[in-house]
């Protein structure tokens, strides 16, 4: 995998990393836990497993003051507070917002502006609440309106007032940017595996079948011959720069908002790059304003993800194709396929249309949050709850995309005796046969116009360039001699192909070589030799 993602990593100006001046302060890593900086991950002390998380502070009206109440005489409405929770869909990102609180409460301490015994209760409490949301024991409250204040007054519950000082220097605008970078530094990781697995499908398949030649398309009309391999290591090279792209936003995204505070940072001494060390971000946001404000980490992310969509929509299309009676150069297994509702006789490859139409989601959600941001004024703006759920379901489309085609690569057969058959059709050798009369000496207009009229003899005849006897050939031209016909028919067309990344067999053996490499796949397991 560190050759693979060394090799599709492409520099970037933007990527590269600014020098910033260290402060000396100790810095920290959540996966570590030093003597002086305890991170409680594991099972919380019997006294906070067995206390239980109510309301603290109410209203007189009985309902919960919100944690950001002071200024407020009256409690929102009911339509009010169910048009503005995002708990329904943003409590996805509860352990990053965990890994966040941790990260910062730890800080805090450090610097002196809590004391070690409110982060050691603070991160206690953090733990036991991450415990009971993974064992499904922990109550989504709407009207404490997202995943931050749930957590912060679960907390609050839990431990009292030592979870009243997690959020200095804190507002939920760097929180929520921080919790989102993290999340999608995950997905990415995750997408770029899943591209990773279905290079394997497509590069096993070439494998299986590197001698195999099939027409290729141009205009959706037969133009040369080509082979399988070639055509599938097609795919390959698209699906690598789809993760360089995904790897190159990671590298961007990478920074840390948090200690940004609502826009203009704060008077506090706090240390963001403790911060930002302990969450293994690259360093902290420059800018806080930048920091809170800017979403065009997930534009990128998306836009990514549409176009990894749109190569996954062509290959979905040319298999759906491929499968049809009228091709017949693929059959997909039953495991793979459906049927029809009342046509007993379909066999429909269901899962590829599928991927053709899923990449209209993934392109619509990078549409949503593209005019979402258009116009926004700086800094922070509460349209920006919206940008979740567009991204939450592109990560899961592309992610279902890519683990379906790569499923499906592994459940089909090349019909190799129907392919055969149909390769003679279209005269796919004639662009050959112009490059026959280059070497002799014919300027290429001149040997294109030649070959034109060769075929159009073809076609008269109802016969292949192959076909012709030299006699036929010599009254177009004089140059044909008996060894153009070392040059005709698909099978010597394809081994006169000799240029770097074309499809003879050589170079296409040079290619499948390097992306098994790459793809840490054993091609020797595959040869036909």
């Known amino acids: 995998m560190a050759a693979y993602t060394s090799q599709i990593h492409q520099t970037s100006i933007f990527s590269s990393q600014p020098t910033y001046p260290k402060p000396s302060n100790p810095q920290i890593s959540i996966s570590q836990t030093p003597k002086t900086l305890k991170f409680y991950t594991k099972t919380p002390s019997k006294s906070l497993r067995s206390a239980s998380i109510s309301p603290t502070m109410s209203t007189e009206k009985g309902k919960e003051a919100k944690l950001w109440g002071g200024r407020f005489e009256e409690s929102v409405t009911e339509i009010v507070e169910k048009f503005t929770e995002s708990i329904s869909f943003d409590k996805a990102l509860y352990k990053h917002d965990i890994m966040g609180s941790r990260a910062h409460a730890s800080m805090l301490a450090q610097q002196e502006l809590i004391s070690v015994e409110d982060r050691d209760s603070i991160l206690q409490g953090l733990a036991e609440i991450e415990r009971r949301i993974e064992a499904g024991e922990f109550v989504w409250r709407s009207d404490r309106e997202d995943v931050h204040m749930n957590i912060e007054a679960a907390l609050t519950d839990l431990i009292g007032e030592p979870a009243k000082k997690l959020h200095t220097a804190r507002s939920r605008n760097d929180q929520v940017s921080t919790d989102f970078r993290l999340w999608c530094r995950d997905a990415i990781d995750n997408i770029v595996n899943k591209i990773k697995r279905l290079q394997v499908s497509l590069v096993t398949l070439a ?30 090279e698209q699906l690598g720069r789809d993760a360089g792209r995904l790897i190159d936003c990671r590298a961007r995204l990478n920074y840390c908002p948090l200690g940004a505070c609502a826009l203009a940072g704060t008077g506090l001494p706090i240390d963001r790059f403790m911060t930002s060390d302990a969450l293994s971000f690259t360093g902290p946001l420059r800018n806080s304003i930048d920091a809170v404000s800017d979403r065009d980490f997930i534009l990128e992310f998306l836009s990514a993800n549409s176009i990894t969509a749109i190569h996954l929509s062509r290959l979905g299309e040319e298999w759906v194709v491929w499968a049809t009676e009228e091709f017949g150069f693929i059959t997909p297994s039953d495991s ?43 800094a922070y703006n509460r349209d920006l709850q919206e940008d979740k759920e567009p991204v939450f379901d592109s990560v899961k489309t592309i992610i279902g995309m890519l683990e379906v085609s790569s499923e499906f690569a592994q459940n089909i057969a090349f ?77 010597n067309s394809v081994k006169h192909f000799c ?24 091609g020797s397991a595959y040869s036909q030799n």
């Open 499 to 522: 240029s770097y990344g074309s499809t003879g067999s050589e170079c296409v053996a040079s290619q499948l070589d390097f992306w098994a490499e790459q793809l840490d796949i054993d």
């Open 207 to 236: 494998l299986k079948n590197d001698d195999l030649i099939v027409p290729g398309y141009t205009h959706l009309q037969r133009a040369q011959p080509v082979l399988l391999a070639h055509l599938l290591l097609a795919y390959v």
């Open 336 to 378: 793979v396929s459906t049927g029809s509702s009342i046509m007993p006789q379909k066999k429909n490859p269901d899962p590829m249309e599928l991927v053709r139409g899923k990449s209209a989601r993934v392109v619509g959600d990078l549409v949503t949050l593209l005019v979402l941001c258009k116009g926004l004024p700086q």
């Open 415 to 491: 019909n190799k005796d129907k392919i055969q058959k149909s390769l003679p059709a279209g005269h796919l050798d004639a662009t050959t046969v112009a490059d026959y009369l280059v070497k002799k000496g014919v300027p290429f207009r001149t040997g294109h116009d030649i070959v034109g009229r060769a075929v159009a003899l073809c076609v008269s005849k109802s016969c292949t360039l192959q076909d012709l006897t030299l006699d036929e050939l010599r009254g177009i031209s004089p140059v044909f001699d008996n060894d153009v016909y070392d040059y005709l028919g698909v099978e």
